[in-house]
């Protein structure tokens, strides 16, 4: 049966994970879970995505399909500056051996990935609780997606992942306002005289 810590989280580190009340910083809301991508999976990659409460529940799991690499897509409604990441996984030999995370990789796959240098990456200890590893801050401070590479298990022939969650802090993405405008003013462009301006309106410069 899972336990449960009494004691507080350690951060920087990889000890299991014990809040008892959901962390507010917490960013199950803001994953956008619809579209997270599992490739070499005997499930979709949603499953792993569960609420604060569901955690530590051992009954839905993501497992790699035709050997123990495994790769998760997880795409952001928003843009996240990332604190911890937060994962359960194994039992035993099952625990992926380290996981690497790519910032912004929204389409990588395992060809990919092989070229790629990980934004940064951690060796994973065998636990049955939620482990949390602390993120270089700065690396993922503009985060829409995450991708985690488990390029290998522990020493048994599939991977499997039980949770994964994370801490830090979404806001809204300020792309769309600043696009509206500039057309706004493209369009006022196109007219050599606009009705109800002054006749020493000029149009901008292209």
Known sequence: MPHHHDEGCGHGSHEGCAY?????????AYIDRPNVVALNADHEGSVVIKTWNNRLDESEYLESDSDDQLILRIPFTGSVRLRSLLIKSGPLNQT?????LFANQPS???????????????EIAQSRDVGEYSVKTAKFSNLSSLTLYCPA??????????????????????????ITVYETQANLADH?????????YSAPQH
Do not use: C
Not at 96 to 100: C, H, R, S
């Open 20 to 28: 008892d009340a959901m962390p507010n910083d917490n960013l199950y």
């Open 96 to 100: 992926p051996e380290k996981i690497a």
């Open 108 to 122: 990588l796959d395992f060809e990919d990935v092989v070229d790629k240098t990980p934004t940064q990456e951690f």
């Open 153 to 178: 298990s522990q020493g048994a022939d599939a991977t499997r992942i039980y949770y994964v969650g994370f801490l830090g802090h979404w806001s809204e993405r300020k792309d769309n306002p600043v």
């Open 192 to 200: 050599e005289k606009i009705q109800g301006m002054d006749s020493t």
